[in-house]
Structures are given as C-alpha cells and as structure tokens.
C-alpha cells in the first residue's frame, strides 16, 4: 500500500546541481522523518541525509560537506534533496527513506534513482 516515489535523478558533470523528489503516499500515519540514502557500484548502502517531521531537525552524511541541503513539505508528504558542486563520488542509486517511530512504527525504501556524474 505505501509507495515512494523518487524522481530527479540523471546524468550530470562533476560541479553541477541536482534535486531529488520523492512523494510518499499510501497508508502512512505519522511520519518521524524522511530522507535518503545511497548505494554507489560495488558498496553498501549508506545514509545522505534526513528531516524530521517537526522541529525540523536535519542530519547529513560527512561526506555531504555543506553540499546538500534536505527540505520536506509534510502535507505533501514530500521530501527533497537538493545536490549542488556534485562529485564523481556521488554516483548511485539514491533511496527515498521514510521512517515511523510513533504509533505504526515502520521503515519504507523507494526503488530509488540513478545519479551519475562524471568528471
């Protein structure tokens, strides 16, 4: 019933800017935080970033470096990635995560969108 739908991903040079979109739907109660995670060629999944539903409180990989910035419209329940000064290094797939701690706890992945930038 829930789906995630990621959108935004492509192929871009190293330095330039992409944003990524996702829009949950489906029977989610009450969403604790939205975010991203990715899986370059060869590697583990590892976390980008994410914004909680309320405060909003964000966290962000090291290796992000100010370069991203997470942003979430919660009655869309929507939640953006913008990517700037991209690297080579930021290839992969990257993965809409939603996550519940209240209520219904749950944890729910998209199928994800290709970013590929080369140098």
């Known amino acids: 019933q829930v789906q995630l739908v990621e959108s935004g991903g492509g192929l871009v040079q190293a330095g330039e800017s992409l944003e990524l979109s996702c829009v949950a739907s489906?029977?989610?109660?009450?969403?604790?935080?939205m975010g991203w995670d990715r899986q370059a060629p060869g590697k583990q999944r590892e976390f980008v970033a994410d914004?909680?539903?309320?405060?909003?409180?964000?966290n962000y990989a090291e290796f992000v470096e100010g370069r991203f910035t997470i942003t979430r419209d919660d009655a869309l329940k929507t939640v953006y990635l913008q990517m700037n000064r991209l690297k080579p290094e930021d290839t992969g797939v990257y993965y809409c995560?939603?996550?519940?701690?209240?209520?219904?706890?749950?944890?729910?992945w998209g199928q994800g969108t290709q970013v590929t930038v080369s140098s």
């Open positions: 489906g029977n989610l109660f009450s969403i604790s935080a």
């Open positions: 914004i909680s539903s309320g405060r909003p409180y964000r």
């Open positions: 995560h939603i996550r519940g701690d209240v209520g219904p706890k749950y944890d729910f």
